[in-house]
């Protein structure tokens, strides 16, 4: 997911760069083929997160219950995973909006 991030921010620094460098009698250049990018590969990963979840989910499902590990916050893993993903798709959208 922070991959995704610093792609997309990464048209905003190649905006800056140009303005910089550009007369300015020059034009504006867009680069928001590296925000669509960063956008996606946040999505992505986000997705990739609740499907590892989901996975874990069924492989502890499918173990006998003597091997079901005792833990003391059986909560977590799910409160982890979900928060990233949801961080992960908020940032999506601040992208998409700003």
Do not use: C, K
């Not at 997911?1 to 867009?30: D, N, Q």
């Amino acid at each position: 997911m922070a991959l995704g991030f610093v792609v997309a921010r990464f048209g905003l620094f190649l905006t800056l760069v140009y303005a910089s460098s550009a007369s300015p009698a020059g034009g504006h250049r867009s680069h928001w083929p590296s925000s669509v990018v960063g956008i996606v590969l946040l999505v992505l990963g986000a997705g990739a997160i609740l499907g590892a979840l989901q996975n874990h989910r069924l492989y502890v499902r499918s173990l006998p219950t003597e091997d079901l590990p005792n833990l003391s916050m059986p909560w977590l893993t799910p409160f982890l995973a979900g928060s990233l993903a949801a961080v992960g798709l908020l940032l999506a959208v601040y992208l998409v909006v700003t």
